[in-house]
């Protein structure tokens, strides 16, 4: 299993700012995985980061909007930039360390745009 | 492209009501379906299904998968109101190593 830790819980912030959200896993694990959950949906993954190689984004999201860094096994950042109402989401990183058996998430962060 | 479909979208019952959801998939290079539980922000995990006609049980809950007709259920009897969740369903993928997400159901238990 893995524990996860996710800061901040929650954010209210200003149109135009940045936001860093951290990941912090208590194991090593390879891959990591960033999700938003726009209010009323499911969850829609962000991209996949991998300790030493480019974050790999899914359609629809680019990395000037979502960079993510993953500087090591046990920790990720994911920042939403230049944010706008439409990023008020719940984030969640979460990871899966043997590939298919079970995906751990962290607590989430709920961030509210104004 | 890969799709996971749920149903219904959402149910309302009444506690001690036996309920049933649905998880169909279209994916290539399927490995394994997994269920979650999500009242606040994180998902909970409940069951992990990779062979067909297997029931995973833990206690009033249970699933299985039927990999010739692409879908999975998910039955919860005795409905208690801490029931009351969205139930998430995810599909692994061994091509592409990532997980799909269907819609969510939104149960709701009324005392």
């Known amino acids: 299993s893995a524990v996860i830790s996710q800061k901040p819980s929650r954010d209210i912030c200003q149109r135009g700012t940045s936001l860093t959200i951290q990941c912090q896993v208590d194991s090593q694990v390879t891959m990591m995985f960033w999700y938003r959950q726009q209010p009323g949906q499911s969850l829609t993954l962000i991209a996949t980061a991998n300790q030493g190689s480019e974050a790999t984004y899914e359609s629809g999201f680019v990395i000037d909007k979502f960079p993510i860094s993953r500087p090591n096994l046990t920790f990720s950042t994911l920042t939403v930039s230049n944010m706008s109402p439409e990023d008020s989401s719940i984030y969640l990183c979460s990871v899966d360390p043997i590939g298919g058996n079970e995906q751990y998430f962290g607590p989430g962060t709920r961030l509210t745009v104004t | 492209e890969d799709k996971v479909v749920q149903s219904p979208l959402s149910l309302v019952v009444h506690e001690g009501d036996t309920v049933t959801l649905n998880c169909s998939y279209e994916?290539?290079?399927?490995?394994?379906l997994l269920w979650y539980k999500q009242e606040k922000k994180a998902p909970t995990f409940l069951f992990m299904l990779t062979s067909s006609g297997i029931e995973k049980k833990s206690g009033r809950l249970s699933s299985i998968l039927d990999k010739k007709e692409l879908f999975s259920i998910l039955n919860i009897t005795a409905t208690q109101t801490g029931d009351s969740a969205i139930y998430l369903c995810?599909?692994?993928?061994?091509?592409?190593?990532?997980?799909?997400f269907g819609t969510g159901t939104r149960l709701k238990v009324l005392a």
């Open positions: 995810a599909v692994y993928t061994s091509g592409t190593y990532k997980y799909i």
């Open positions: 994916v290539t290079n399927f490995r394994s």
